[in-house]
């Protein structure tokens, strides 16, 4: 090899080297959360990693899919949260692999008519929420359905506590972790949402005077074992 031609080669090797870094830095800080532990000073700094590591825990135990998988659909595919919701419950119905609808919905452009494919319609045909989906139904809507019928059967709550605390404005990931509250507390969940709604307490100063660290959230749904787990 002459100098010129390793010269070039020496230049591509480390371009190439700095661009995978840069990749897997990219990636890194799409679900980076820098703020772990309950700080006083800022206490809403640690919610949105309680939340997401409480939620992504959630659909992992709901669905029999490893967490590393939905972090890294989230992470690297940049999956949207209801797509990734609607994408496993139709991957569940339809007895299909998640990577497949995911496909079939990127090449059709929308759930409607990736539901009204051929390789999948039939098969789902008596599921409720994905027949509402094929018929019109918003995919976010669905996706709301899909979850709040998760968290009645994982967490053995009646739907209509569950449409009560979405009413005050509650999202699925605050729910989720209004029940990994109250099993390891047994504090009531209005009592937990009046906490936050009501005086202003942040997710993670609630769990700390509980006892309990952002970062058990995740291990707190793993472990729970009042359910049935997967459905």
């Given at each position: 090899m002459n ?12 371009l ?10 990219e ?6 959360f ?11 700094a640690?919610d949105?990693?309680?939340l ?6 959630f659909?992992?135990?709901s669905?029999?899919i ?8 989230k992470?690297q ?8 919701i ?14 497949q609808v ?19 319609s039939a098969r789902?045909s008596?599921?409720k ?36 605390l979405r ?12 029940f ?9 969940p209005?009592?937990?949402?009046g906490q ?5 307490k ?6 700390s005077?509980?006892?309990i ?5 995740g ?13």
């Amino acid at each position: 090899m002459n100098k010129k031609n390793a010269v070039f080669l020496l230049l591509f090797l480390l371009l190439t080297g700095i661009s995978r870094q840069a990749s897997a830095g990219e990636v890194t800080a799409c679900h980076c959360f820098s703020d772990r532990t309950y700080n006083p000073a800022e206490r809403f700094a640690a919610d949105d990693y309680m939340l997401v590591t409480g939620f992504n825990s959630f659909l992992a135990r709901s669905f029999a899919i490893s967490k590393r998988e939905i972090i890294m659909m989230k992470m690297q595919k940049g999956v949207r949260q209801d797509d990734l919701i609607v994408g496993l419950h139709t991957a569940k119905a339809a007895g299909l692999d998640l990577a497949q609808v995911l496909e079939l919905l990127q090449q059709s452009g929308s759930w409607e008519k990736t539901l009204l494919n051929p390789q999948i319609s039939a098969r789902v045909s008596r599921d409720k929420h994905l027949r509402s989906i094929q018929t019109g139904t918003p995919p976010a809507d669905g996706s709301r359905k899909i979850v709040d019928e998760l968290l009645s059967g994982f967490y053995m709550k009646q739907a209509e506590l569950i449409e009560k605390l979405r009413k005050t404005g509650l999202s699925e990931k605050e729910i989720n972790l209004i029940f990994i509250l109250e099993k390891s507390s047994g504090k009531k969940p209005q009592y937990l949402a009046g906490q936050f709604k009501k005086e202003g307490k942040s997710w993670s100063e609630i769990a700390s005077s509980l006892g309990i660290a952002p970062e058990e959230a995740g291990k707190l749904v793993m472990n729970y074992s009042a359910t049935a787990g997967a459905y």
